[in-house]
């Protein structure tokens, strides 16, 4: 055997090893949260967006941070808002994974999006509140804060939600991938544009 046999095969030089991608995170383990694009730069910074569904309630021991955690588990929270469904975090949690799997299977878009999408078209702009002038009560138009917008198109989504699959066949999976489909096209037949509607039409009367 000779010798040029016997010696051992250069090893790759490490700019020739192709380098691995950090894992990332996906939320209920398959939707991507990076590369989530948004249209209304003044809910941007309350409408976040990460791969955790269940903080554990760790945002209710400081006022406004619920704005710091997932989009997500705030719709899960505001479905968990009814009679029905009160303390059953992990019966919302599978209603929104599965109405998520309903969304990308009609839209074939990631519903992480698709919700972002859905809360900027149903947060209201303007609405009203009432002043007392000398014992009347008169109806004022003003702005709405950023953060309650979010708050309010969320509210309307879990309402939508609730009514569309409430002693009806339609289930609540479907009723809410209905809705958030909808609502991200900006559909005003829809429940959640349509309350945003009406609330920016009677403060528009207001003014």
């Known amino acids: 055997m ?3 046999e016997d010696a051992p095969e250069p090893e790759e030089s490490a700019d020739e090893v192709p380098e691995e991608e950090p894992a990332r995170a996906e939320l209920f ?10 249209s209304d730069p003044s809910t941007e910074r ?11 309630g760790r945002h209710s021991n400081k006022q406004f941070q619920k704005s710091e955690i997932s989009v997500v ?8 808002q009814t009679d029905e469904n009160t303390g059953k975090k992990q019966l919302a949690t599978s209603i929104v994974s599965d109405a998520f799997d309903i969304v990308h299977e009609r839209t074939e878009e990631n519903p992480v999006q698709v919700l972002v999408q859905a809360v900027e078209n149903s947060a209201p702009r303007e609405e009203t509140v009432r002043l007392k002038y000398g014992g009347i009560s008169v109806p004022k138009a003003v702005d709405v804060a950023p953060q309650r917008r979010v708050d309010q198109a969320l509210k309307f989504i879990a309402e939508g939600t609730y009514g ?24 005003v037949s829809t429940y959640s544009v349509n309350q945003k509607e009406e609330k920016e039409r009677v ?3 207001a003014r």
């Open 29 to 38: 383990g398959e939707w991507s949260v990076t590369n989530i694009e948004y």
């Open 2 to 4: 000779s010798a040029d």
């Open 164 to 187: 569309g699959s409430f002693k009806t066949t339609t289930s609540a999976e479907e009723a809410l991938a209905s809705l958030l489909i909808g609502a991200a096209n900006n559909d």
């Open 203 to 205: 403060a528009a009367a």
């Open 46 to 56: 309350y409408i976040t967006v990460t791969p955790i569904a269940h903080t554990m």
């Open 73 to 80: 588990e705030r719709l899960i929270n505001r479905l968990m």
